[in-house]
């Protein structure tokens, strides 16, 4: 038989973006995340592949998860489980097996067939790997598009729900992002110019340009097209945040659209702890059980953190000597990393 591969490439492929982290000899070296419009069909991920560094089409053991399989060029999720995992199998050189969460790797030809455990697992890899480095927590994972909140007890992911629609329904996923929401899905009214206005109900504005005007934006986070299809400087982003109001730029001053800004980062946070604060209720998550922050978001969940009253730590600082020149894109590329570095480990038959 011949011998592995000594890397390792852990995979999340996205609806949005592909990210993909680099394992040798147990120490994550290399991340990166690029665009994909997977909604335009199988062949963007082609795109997205040819867009990454060298490394990520080197002969490598290939360990993926995903959470693209939502998009809506597929038929239903287990239709996007057997393209996205077809794709990794014909497209990927080297040795590829597919996570399924609870149900550990299985070979590309079967991910179909268990395609409720593949299906948006990304999470589920990100709170293995955690849990056993900090038993008991809560995982706060707020990336460009959506927000997993994991509880981790006694080392094992403790969330309540597993797919999509139960995480939604117990809070443990939030569909908010630091980059792609529109602002128009966190309020309906808005205070400008010492009135409550209401907001035209168009997608003129999102998060990213927000969080942009307000200063907190990670730079490289925001790898999409704007609503308008135009730049993202900050005069740019009061522009687009102005018509929320139905105004001109002109209409107001750089204070007054941070103002504007920092009313929408706001309901964001509420939205967030209100998820949090109910998950933080369990009887069976500690009073002194901190938060663990990544993803592109991991600026808000400081925010979070402080506001729920609980410690909080960075993935990043958590994998200590396990990194190793890597970056900043390992809090971005959370799951990515998580599953390669659970398959690196020994957990990849």
Known sequence: MPSPPPETIGWDLGGVHVKAARIVAGRVVDAA???????????????????LPDW????????????GELTDCFADREAGVAALSGWAAAQLRGHVRIYAGRCGFVVPEEAAAVSADVASANWHATAALFGRITPDALLVDIGSTTADLIPVVGGR???????????????????????????????????????????????????ADVYRILGLLPDGADQQASGDRKGK????????????????????TAGAWAALAGHFAEAQLRLLHDAAALLLSRPDIAADAPLILCGAGAFLGERLAARVGRPSRLLVSLLGDRIDGAGDWISTCGPAVAVGIIAAEGAYA
């Open 157 to 207: 992911a403790a969330a309540t729900g597993y797919s999509d629609a139960e995480r939604l329904e117990t809070g443990e996923l939030v569909y908010t992002g630091v980059v792609r929401t529109p602002v128009i899905a966190l309020a309906d009214h808005a205070p400008f110019a010492g009135r409550r206005t209401r907001l035209m109900t168009e997608t003129f504005a999102h998060m």
């Open 233 to 252: 400087s900050v005069p740019e982003s009061e522009t687009r945040l102005a018509r929320i109001v139905g105004r001109d730029r002109r209409e107001g």
């Open 33 to 51: 995340q690029v665009p994909c419009p997977l909604w335009q069909g199988v062949p963007a991920l082609d795109g997205a592949l040819a867009a």
């Open 56 to 67: 990520a089409r080197a002969d490598a053991q290939h360990a993926v998860t995903m959470t």
